[in-house]
């Protein structure tokens, strides 16, 4: 019987032991719902067949390395990426290196290699997946190239919202329009943005409504300007704090530069250098300028009273009750 206990990341193929396996393959970038049940199909035929599941993926993200000037950004880090893949109950997952270089092997060449390490039995993947040089690998062709190398191989649906196809692109244009209904809803829980906190004008401080500036990688996708009701995790904390996060240019001061900006509410600590998650769980304004700082606070007592009323009423599901740092329902030993 398979000990499912752990998940195990391995950084290339040839790192894999010569077990056979049911695999996935992958970009995987913000394993939203339709990634979860491609992922929980893998790991449950494997279990079917009592053989391990392996999740195959690649960082950087495809699209950063092959059109960095036309890619948004991407919906999660790359760290939370693999934590959220193993929650998905893979035995393991191979994160391999991404490059023009690489971007070059045929789908044979890689199905190839990949048969040579990871053994497969069979292999699923999203209907419209496509791997190899100029994307030739469509699951048509890939099927057939399965066939010759002796496995399986399963084109899975893609899961739909309501007309939507489920996708990391579609999730992508939710959160840069300021859709966050959508977006929780596609991606299977709310957006989240991580970082360290560090200093700002400390304007907030003086009006009475001190924030925390957040900085997250500049590789991931910005939403919408906007005042958002959002939920905090703090660093050794189990449950988020009620928040309220601005996102925008901060017009009224006339500060150019743009900024992500959370209010904690009844709070009071120092946050500097520590690590916030932030997760917009509502978008309760657009950005606006004010004539003076007075309409300015006025504006953000009514932004507090809505983002008190709309998060007092809404419980998150149990999946987002866990902050990503501890995702995994099992233990997950990373880089073996």
């Not at 189990?238 to 743009?258: C, H």
């Amino acid at each position: 019987m398979v000990d499912d206990r752990t998940t195990v990341t391995f950084r290339s193929l040839a790192e894999l032991q010569p077990f056979p396996r049911v695999i996935t393959i992958g970009t995987f970038d913000g394993v939203h719902r339709g990634h979860q049940w491609l992922l929980r199909s893998a790991a449950d035929r494997a279990r079917d067949l009592d053989i391990e599941s392996l999740a195959i993926t690649f960082e950087p993200l495809p699209a950063m390395v092959l059109r960095p000037d036309r890619f948004p950004g991407r919906l999660c880090g790359a760290d939370e990426k693999v934590r959220r893949i193993a929650a998905c109950d893979v035995n393991a997952i191979a994160v391999l290196g991404f490059s023009r270089d690489f971007s070059e092997m045929t789908a044979e060449a890689f199905l190839t290699e990949v048969a040579a390490h990871a053994h497969p039995v069979e292999m699923l993947v999203g209907e419209a997946f496509a791997l190899g040089r100029d994307r030739a690998g469509t699951t048509v062709v890939l099927a057939e190239i399965a066939d010759r190398l002796g496995f399986g191989f399963t084109p899975m649906p893609r899961l739909l919202d309501g007309d939507t196809v489920i996708s990391s692109s579609a999730i992508r244009q939710a959160v840069m329009s300021g859709d966050v209904a959508k977006t929780r809803r596609l991606l299977g829980r709310p957006f989240r943005l991580s970082g360290p906190v560090i200093h700002g004008a400390h304007l907030g401080r003086t009006i009475g409504f001190p924030t925390a500036n957040v900085e997250p990688a500049s590789s991931i996708v910005a939403p919408a300007d906007g005042i958002y009701a959002s939920r905090s995790w703090l660093p050794g904390e189990s449950t988020p704090r009620l928040s309220m996060t601005y996102v925008g240019q901060r017009p009224t001061v006339n500060r150019g530069a743009r900024l992500i900006e959370t209010h904690l509410l009844d709070f009071d600590g120092d946050l500097y250098g520590r690590e916030l998650r932030v997760d917009l769980m509502a978008r309760i304004r657009d950005d606006a300028h004010f004539d003076s700082l007075d309409e300015l606070v006025s504006q953000l007592h009514r932004d507090e009273r809505s983002t008190r009323s709309l998060l007092g009423g809404m419980t998150p599901p149990a999946a987002e009750r866990t902050p990503a740092g501890d995702i995994s329902p099992r233990g997950l030993e990373l880089e073996r």
